[in-house]
């Protein structure tokens, strides 16, 4: 521990002070202090939101606190704000701090939530891949899905996807909705199917009750990990609008447990 470096130990701290909220184990939390412990939140339909003045930031409740000067994070409470918890890496952190950065720990959406279960059964009605990040979608009526990586010439497949992680899960394969699609169109902002670029456009099937489920798309298992919220860079790669249309109905991102083929038409149903 003591040859640790400062950013170890708050990444470190930041982890046992999200555990703390949650009331969970530390050691079950991923401690990197970025992507995987981003994953590991979303999979549970959680965030970390950035306060953008945490010098002045007061809030009537917990939140995650990096007092300035200081090598790692506590847990604030009230208004004004004080430490309720500070663990061992973060020794410095005073009654009172100044904060150098802070985090509200917030739901993906506290109005909707996701019910376990039901889901029903659907279809397949596109598959589409990109060779390379932001390259054109390219239709086709079947594709390989590989163990571990993805359908066979897509950009995650092979690890080139905008956000391609190596140490991360739920880049395999992502699914939407067509029904998501039609609401969008509806809206007034039309979206070819395969302008969402997600490898599958699914029919009949609610994509959210699969969220920690396995799940089989015609003779492929899959896993759902989190939801495939849409974000700037897709409305970047598209048109102005999507991203507001497609707030929690951006599809799923799913692992692939085995491999086989996915054809239009196939079945898609929970297991």
Not at 33 to 44: D, E, I, P, T, Y
Not at 179 to 200: C, F, I, Q, Y
Not at 219 to 240: M, N, W
Request: net charge negative; with cysteine.
């Amino acid at each position: 521990m003591g040859n640790s470096k400062p950013n170890d130990r708050a990444a470190a701290s930041l982890t046992t002070c999200v555990a703390h909220v949650l009331g969970v184990d530390p050691s079950g939390v991923p401690d990197d202090g970025g992507v995987g412990l981003r994953q590991w939140l979303a999979g549970r339909e959680l965030g970390l939101v950035p306060v953008r003045s945490p010098e002045s930031f007061e809030w009537p409740g917990r939140f995650l606190g990096l007092p300035r000067g200081s090598s790692g994070w506590a847990v604030f409470f009230g208004v004004p704000p004080g430490v309720v918890f500070a663990p061992s890496g973060a020794p410095d952190a005073t009654a009172n701090p100044v904060l150098e950065a802070a985090y509200v720990l917030a739901e993906h959406d506290p109005a909707r939530g996701i019910e376990p279960g039901g889901g029903g059964a659907g279809t397949v009605e596109l598959i589409s891949l990109a060779a390379e990040a932001e390259g054109p979608m390219t239709v086709t009526r079947s594709a390989e899905a590989v163990a571990g990586r993805g359908l066979r010439g897509d950009r995650y497949e092979r690890g080139a996807g905008t956000f391609s992680n190596p140490d991360g899960r739920g880049y395999d394969l992502t699914l939407v909705e067509a029904e998501a699609l039609e609401d969008l169109a509806a809206s007034g902002v039309e979206l070819a199917p395969a302008e969402a670029r997600r490898n599958l456009v699914v029919r009949g099937i609610e994509l959210d009750a699969l969220i920690g489920r396995r799940f089989r798309v015609g003779e492929v298992e899959c896993f759902g990990q989190r939801r495939c919220e849409p974000c700037a860079h897709l409305e970047g790669l598209t048109r102005p609008g999507v991203l507001r249309g497609l707030v929690h109905r951006g599809g799923l991102r799913a692992d692939v447990l085995s491999g086989g083929e996915i054809r239009l038409g196939d079945p898609v149903e929970a297991l």
